[in-house]
């Protein structure tokens, strides 16, 4: 009877875990969030005192969804095709994520009394989570070959 296969080394399980969409997906995710946050604190701290929050929040949304738009296509999902209407679809899923953001930030912030970014700290670990199935299921979604 031959021998069994060895198991997979840790490296060669390393390897595919890397290559795995949703860790990746956590990684890209993890780096832009990262992008965002310093975004919006570097724009809070700067303009916060000449602009409201939520004017800041919009403006750190700008950055961040074209960030995250460029490493997702093309780090996480891999895609090609129509860019501009990646970006459209990649944009819709991230206004719905900025809208819950738009309610929840000032309900953290003038209803429950908690400070602006760790309120907003807060708010994008809840949108984080929603993003990777728009993403998979609308942004690249592409069709499968027949």
Known sequence: MPDAPPPPSRLARARRLAG???????????????????AFVGLQLTLGRVAHYLVVLLAAHVVSVLCAFVLH????????????LDLLRFE???????????????LL???????????????????ALMSYVGHKYFSFRRKQAA
Do not use: H, K, W
């Not at 908690?114 to 907003?120: D, G, K, T």
């Open 92 to 106: 819709t899923v991230y206004l719905g994520a900025l809208g819950v953001n738009l309610l929840a930030l000032p």
């Open 73 to 84: 296509r093309r780090l996480v999902f891999r895609v090609r095709g129509n860019v501009l």
């Open 20 to 38: 795995d969409e949703r860790v990746l997906f956590v990684g890209v995710g993890a780096v832009n969030t990262l992008i965002g946050t310093v």
């Open 109 to 127: 912030v003038e209803v429950a009394g908690l400070p602006v970014i760790p309120s907003q700290l807060l708010v994008v670990f809840v949108t």
